[in-house]
């Protein structure tokens, strides 16, 4: 069973909120985007979104997961329940 889109629709309007080029992968769980000058990985493990209710998940992007994104430039953000780590992108 995949990702419940009703939650990558609300990670996705967060995201579009702040950055551009919002983009996910297949699964729905990694999203890449930027603000023209560099660009972000948010990874959110399946153990997250699945845990996270609706309702909680628009506030829970707007108090944490963007203020960390817009503290830490061009980084990756992996986030799952309970825990949020942050380091360097891949290099592809």
Same mark, same amino acid.
């Given at each position: 069973m995949g990702v419940d889109p009703n939650?990558?629709? =609300?990670?996705?309007?967060? #995201?579009?909120?702040?950055?551009?080029?919002?983009?996910?992968?297949?699964l729905d769980e990694c999203f890449v985007f930027?603000?023209?000058k560099q660009s972000w990985e948010l990874v959110l493990?399946?153990?997250? =979104?699945d845990d996270i209710s #609706?309702?909680?998940?628009?506030a829970y992007?707007?108090?944490k997961i963007l203020p960390a994104l817009k503290a830490n430039p061009g980084?990756?953000?992996?986030?799952?329940?309970?825990?949020?780590?942050?380091?360097?992108?891949?290099?592809?």
């Open positions: 939650k990558v629709q =609300i990670v996705t309007s967060c #995201l579009e909120g702040s950055f551009k080029d919002v983009r996910s992968d297949k930027n603000d023209g493990l399946r153990a997250f =979104i #609706l309702d909680h998940l628009k992007m707007e108090t980084k990756k953000i992996s986030i799952s329940t309970g825990w949020m780590t942050i380091g360097n992108k891949q290099s592809h």
